[in-house]
C-alpha cells in the first residue's frame, strides 16, 4: 500500500525515513497518472519492509510540488538518506522504478 504525504508527514516519512522512498507526484485529472498509479501500487506490494512508496497529490500538496520544482506529472523522485537521489518524468515499467529505488 502506498502512503498519501502531505506537507505535514513529508518530514518524518520520507526525509528522516531509513528505508529508500518513492514518491509519486500526480493528480486526479492526469492520464499518464491514472496510468502510473497501478505500477505504483503493485510495486509498493512488492518491496514492503525494504522501501517506502509515497504519493503526493499536486492540487492538494501544491507547496510540497512547489518546494521540488514539479513541471510536469506523473513526476517521481527518489529519495535516500533524505536527499533525492533519482528523478523520472512519466510513465515507466515497474522495473524499471524498482531498479531507481535500488531494492
Do not use: H, Y
Not at 64 to 79: C, E, G, H, K, Y
Request: proline share 4%; hydrophobic share 50%; with cysteine.
Amino acid at each position: 500500500m502506498t502512503l498519501a504525504i502531505t506537507k505535514d508527514n513529508f518530514k518524518s516519512a520520507v526525509l528522516e525515513s531509513k528505508q529508500p522512498v518513492l514518491v509519486d507526484f500526480w493528480a486526479a485529472w492526469c492520464r499518464p497518472c491514472q496510468m502510473l498509479g497501478p505500477i505504483v501500487e503493485s510495486l509498493a506490494e512488492e518491496v514492503q519492509g525494504l522501501a517506502v512508496v509515497a504519493k503526493v497529490n499536486v492540487d492538494e500538496q501544491s507547496e510540497l510540488a512547489n518546494q521540488f520544482r514539479i513541471m510536469s506529472i506523473p513526476t517521481v523522485l527518489i529519495f535516500k538518506d533524505g536527499k533525492v537521489v533519482n528523478s523520472i518524468i512519466g510513465v515507466r515499467s515497474k522495473d524499471e522504478l524498482r531498479k531507481a529505488l535500488g531494492v
